[in-house]
């Protein structure tokens, strides 16, 4: 298995095991999800390869060691692993450093990534824990370096990192900048909450449950939702009264995803939208609108 790469291995173990994909993934991740990394089109996280070792009987080392398609990451993973296994954070974040110093692409890696979160947010609940708040405050903010990728990829992490520096800049007495993390901390719940509540309406616009997803919209208050939350919001509402032949209130909730939806990569989305308002008009017998919006939706799709 020397020349094997990372998912060829598992896969190997795993057959020779005689277990199915669906036996291995669980309830920890997708079939799906193990089939990409198997077929190496996905590199799985740290939790995820320590779940997959634990389920194949292996050590997480065995996997990295000699397979790993760069050996030098892979060794330092491995004893970053083991830093934090003894937790002893302050060598893990030291090591991290120094890797990032010489080479940035490191953080490319979701292991590593995953590394480096812990081991700072540790650090800095043990700092907390010994009172030394400024050092606190340093390691959660070492966290925000990769705010962007935590706010894309692990909401709630990123929220424990707020609620954390809130706490910390409290007890510095730096009442104006503890009162901006709790703003980021709320925010961020908001639109947690927002982006679930959304996400059941959308899964009713599928099951077509049209009457549902209008019930829905009446129930929340989509003040504090953020703007991606609000444009799916509108968006799937518009779609539910297009779908029963409500096609003024439907025009109004599209048109309202329209303009939030302003950014220029959304193609597909904004073009599916045109089309929908595009049949809005047609059956309200204003054909011209109705084709200026066609138009504008195949317009999107040659983007």
């Known amino acids: 298995m020397e020349d094997m790469t990372l998912g060829q291995k598992i896969r190997e173990i795993r057959l020779h095991l005689q277990m199915t994909q669906k036996e291995l993934a669980g309830d920890f991740i997708t079939r799906n999800m193990l089939s990409q990394i198997e077929n190496d089109q996905a590199t799985p996280s740290m939790k995820t390869m320590e779940y997959l070792a634990k389920q194949l009987g292996k050590s ?5 060691d000699e397979n790993h398609k760069d050996l030098s990451l ?9 830093l934090n296994e003894s ?8 090591l991290i450093e120094q890797q990032i110093i010489h080479n940035p692409m490191v953080m490319r890696s979701m292991m590593m990534m995953d590394l480096y979160m812990n081991s700072y947010m540790y650090l ?3 700092y907390m824990h010994d009172g030394d708040y400024e050092k606190a405050k340093s ?13 894309m990829s692990s909401d709630i992490y990123l929220y424990k990192v707020y609620a954390q520096l809130a706490e ?3 007890y510095l007495m730096d009442i104006d900048l503890a009162k901006s993390y709790h703003k980021k901390s709320k925010d961020l719940v908001n639109r947690i909450l927002a982006s679930r509540e959304v996400q ?10 049209y009457d549902g997803i209008i019930e829905d919209s009446n129930k929340v208050d989509v003040i504090d939702y953020d703007n991606y939350s609000l444009a799916r919001f509108n968006r799937v509402l518009g779609s539910a009264f297009l779908n029963k ?4 209130k439907a025009i109004k909730y599209l048109e309202k995803a329209i303009e939030i939806y302003s950014d220029e990569t959304c193609y597909t989305i904004v073009s599916m939208i045109y089309e929908d308002l595009s049949k809005c008009y047609f059956e309200l017998g204003d054909y011209k609108k109705a084709y200026d919006f066609l138009q504008k939706a195949q317009s999107k799709k040659t983007h």
Not at 60 to 64: D, I, K, N, Q, R
Not at 139 to 148: D, M, P, R, S, V
């Open 60 to 64: 997480v080392g065995y996997f990295m």
């Open 74 to 82: 892979s060794n330092i993973i491995v004893e970053l692993m083991a």
């Open 87 to 94: 937790k002893d954070y302050l060598a893990s974040v030291n």
């Open 124 to 126: 800095g609940n043990r």
């Open 139 to 151: 390691a959660y903010e070492k966290i925000l370096k990769y705010e962007n990728e935590l706010l």
């Open 168 to 170: 910390t800049c409290g």
């Open 200 to 209: 059941t309406m959308y899964l009713k616009l599928i099951e077509a449950d």
């Open 245 to 248: 032949g409500q096609y003024e």
